[in-house]
């Protein structure tokens, strides 16, 4: 009785497995470059269009690579560190058949050791918990937030907010908006990200001592940071220093800001290697 009952249990184990795998479509193919010669290790991911769920699986030794995966449209894109990316859209994955796509990757000339193909977000939102400030002889501390607008995966955009309040009397808080180009020196497979930046922008200090008017200025921001990536949505800001110059109610102020935090990606991908099917 025991035999009979684990070849029912086999069987309907079998039938489940069927079952679950009933209106699912399958994706293979082979990744070559242009001399036809296979490329092991090629970063292949299938998006569904429609959900914007993902896959990713790495080609074999011999540039084989296979996906199950529900119906539906699928972006499919193939990246491999200096060659160009290839991305092919609206792919149609039909229920119960196999589709089939071969893929030839050219060597990226243009990429060196600090350009690899690494994936690069439309937007980027900071956001630093601790910043120190010192400025003509006086110590603030306080928070930031930022928003980059990357152009490419060379250069951005960055807007920021800081505010700021002095630790010793009379307890002056600064708050600052300012705007600016940035550009990336460098971004490597390790995951680090090396910027400089600068910005201008408007200023405004107060204080609930009476003895201390409020006033507003102007202020220039130079300087740059490290960031680590640690997920493809997510980064930890290492450091990021800038000096300051400020000039408020005709006085001219001078510091150096230095502060830590984390950064979060999102939009679509940039890739100035990338060919579109």
């Given at each position: 009785?025991?035999?009979?009952?684990?070849?029912?249990?086999?069987?309907?184990?079998?039938?489940?497995?069927?079952?679950?795998?009933?209106?699912?479509?399958?994706?293979?193919?082979?990744?070559?470059?242009?001399?036809?010669?296979?490329?092991?290790?090629?970063?292949?991911?299938?998006?569904?269009?429609?959900?914007?769920?993902?896959?990713?699986?790495?080609?074999?030794?011999?540039?084989?690579?296979?996906?199950?995966?529900?119906?539906?449209?699928?972006?499919?894109?193939?990246?491999?560190?200096?060659?160009?990316?290839?991305?092919?859209?609206?792919?149609?994955?039909?229920?119960?058949?196999?589709?089939?796509?071969?893929?030839?990757?050219?060597?990226?000339?243009?990429?060196?050791?600090?350009?690899?193909?690494?994936?690069?977000r439309r937007f980027e939102v900071g956001a630093?918990?601790?910043?120190?400030?010192?400025?003509?002889?006086?110590?603030?501390?306080?928070?930031?937030?930022?928003?980059?607008v990357n152009l490419s995966q060379r250069a951005?955009?960055?807007?920021?907010?800081?505010?700021?309040?002095?630790?010793?009397?009379?307890?002056?808080?600064?708050?600052?908006?300012?705007?600016?180009?940035?550009?990336?020196?460098?971004?490597?497979?390790?995951?680090?990200?090396?910027?400089?930046?600068?910005?201008?922008?408007?200023?405004?200090?107060?204080?609930?001592?009476?003895?201390?008017?409020?006033?507003?200025?102007?202020?220039?921001?130079?300087?740059?940071?490290?960031d680590w990536k640690v997920r493809p949505w997510?980064?930890?800001?290492?450091?990021?220093?800038?000096?300051?110059?400020?000039?408020?109610?005709?006085?001219?102020?001078?510091?150096?800001?230095?502060?830590?935090?984390?950064?979060?990606?999102?939009?679509?991908?940039?890739?100035?290697?990338?060919?579109?099917?």
């Amino acid at each position: 009785m025991k035999y009979p009952l684990i070849a029912l249990a086999l069987a309907l184990l079998l039938a489940a497995t069927v079952e679950a795998q009933t209106g699912m479509g399958k994706l293979t193919g082979s990744v070559v470059e242009a001399g036809h010669a296979t490329l092991p290790g090629v970063t292949v991911t299938a998006t569904d269009e429609k959900t914007g769920l993902r896959q990713s699986i790495l080609t074999g030794d011999n540039g084989v690579f296979s996906f199950v995966l529900p119906p539906g449209n699928y972006t499919l894109t193939l990246k491999l560190f200096h060659f160009r990316t290839v991305t092919i859209r609206k792919l149609s994955i039909p229920s119960g058949k196999t589709t089939t796509v071969d893929a030839i990757l050219e060597i990226d000339g243009r990429e060196y050791a600090f350009w690899p193909s690494v994936d690069v977000r439309r937007f980027e939102v900071g956001a630093n918990a601790a910043s120190s400030f010192r400025q003509s002889g006086s110590e603030f501390v306080g928070g930031q937030s930022s928003l980059v607008v990357n152009l490419s995966q060379r250069a951005g955009i960055v807007g920021e907010f800081s505010a700021l309040k002095e630790v010793h009397p009379p307890h002056r808080v600064q708050m600052t908006y300012t705007i600016g180009p940035r550009l990336y020196l460098m971004r490597t497979e390790s995951r680090l990200t090396g910027f400089t930046e600068l910005m201008l922008g408007r200023t405004r200090v107060t204080s609930r001592s009476s003895s201390v008017a409020p006033a507003n200025g102007s202020v220039i921001l130079a300087g740059g940071g490290l960031d680590w990536k640690v997920r493809p949505w997510l980064s930890m800001r290492v450091l990021e220093a800038d000096y300051s110059f400020t000039r408020v109610s005709g006085d001219t102020l001078r510091g150096v800001r230095a502060s830590s935090g984390l950064i979060f990606h999102f939009g679509r991908e940039i890739c100035p290697c990338e060919v579109t099917y």
